[in-house]
């Protein structure tokens, strides 16, 4: 059983003090051009750099580093010159837990979280026959002499069941896309940043049917860096300080290669005890929560994430989808920086700088006013996670 | 669905009874000789009971439409787009992944019935036969490629 009492002793002792991004729509031009002049340790250290200054921080102030995914931890430490006295590796979700962890037990009292990838002029393959994360997913590659390949293909599975037991409609689906590119538009730093209506979604193609091109995420270059550290060190920094308040994970893998938790239950036994234990820590609810960001490789995972976390009673998301509750202005942003979908495929990592800009009230055109508390979710093949941030001081 | 070239099966250890049962026409999965669970991928043990003895069980056959999608995007160079990856609830439990035949997606209907049969196909590692899922009434005209 949760230990709620030991687990709360984490809540709002370790603050993002710095957050950095590379410059996604200028490094996508350039991918787009054929010229590459970056790998992803370059993006990396470019995101490290901006933020390190956003922190206001020495590099020697830093004592401990996780890598994202796709560096190795010998060279990115080479790279920045930097030796610590604790490191790990981790995914966006990961690195966070893993940071908060680390500060909290005293291993490392300032972490430095870096991810950088070059998936886009790197050429990496999500689907067919140098699929990666095959090693991981033993779905991505089991079912290959039946041609079923890509994570994709297998949120399209779900999506074809979900949307036949809910009642959701493709063009309800649609009102994903089209919110988040409405933020993307507000963000200078987005990739895609044309208009998008429910139209122009409606004609674009199936990939894998019933998920489209505009239902897939990006697949771009570039770099996230986030800096963590002891709350009480964060409160004698210049910046509003943004706490980890909540924390809320749960893997559910039986099964996981037959496909039946996806297929039969969309993985919400998995998300309701994410969102349980994520409330209870943080003491609040989903109706306090100001600002929503959901891991978005596929639409699909938003509405699988409003349902599961209890922003909406079952069967009800189809109606919220497509009332552009979800975009600018909404009562209910969600994937305010334009996700995956509209922004840039950082894998998450983008999302946890998204929350700590909206947080501190620095997300300009595309900001919710007076946001308090943030909410990331993120269910990727039944490993859900989510984080609570709060802004200091409310 | 015609196909030049599929993708080679990923073969572990555990894989080489169920492709050599398929190979003779027949559809077995592991049955867990101590609790009778059917477990599918083939594994080293029963994720119920942990037990490690199993027997290859054969199954009837008879499935029906749990999910499918209809790929657009062509992903394997041997394997030209549009095709149905369906995913089929077999009557004794265990989930198969397979291909459509003898069907338009437009035919489609969760919960329908579904029957398996084997089609003969080529690999980059030579000849493989695999369980293909049809409509039952479409059976009798398509037995004999089995
Ligand atoms: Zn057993």
New binding site residues.
Partial sequence: MVDFARLSALRDTVAIVGVGETDYPQDYGRARRGERCQDAYGYAAAAFRRALADSGLERRDIDGLVAGPALAGERLGEVLGMDVRWADQADAVQAVLKAAMAIHSGVAECVALVYGNDQRTGGTAYGGPNAMGGERHLAYTYYAPWGLTSQGALYALLANRYLAVTGLSERELGGVAVAQRAFARLNPNAVMRRPLDIDEYLNGRYICEPLRLFDYCLVNDGGVALIVTTAERARRMDRPAVLLSGIGRSDHNREATSLRPRLEYFYRPAQRQAADQVYAMAGMGPSEMDVLQIYDSFSIHVPLALEGFGFCADGAVGKLLSSGDLGPGGPLPVNTSGGHLSGSYMQGWGHQVECVRQLRAEAAGRQVPGARNAQYISDVAGKVTSLIYRRAGT | MTTTHRPAPRRGVFDEPYWRYAAAGELRVQR??????LRYPPGP???????AEHEWAALSGRGSLLAWTVFHRQYFPGVPVPYIVAAVRTAEGPILIGNIVGAAASDLTHEMPLTALFEDVTTADGPLRICQWTHPDDRPHREEQA
């Fill in positions: 867990c000789a101590a609790c009778g669970g043990s029963c994720p119920e009971c942990l037990s």
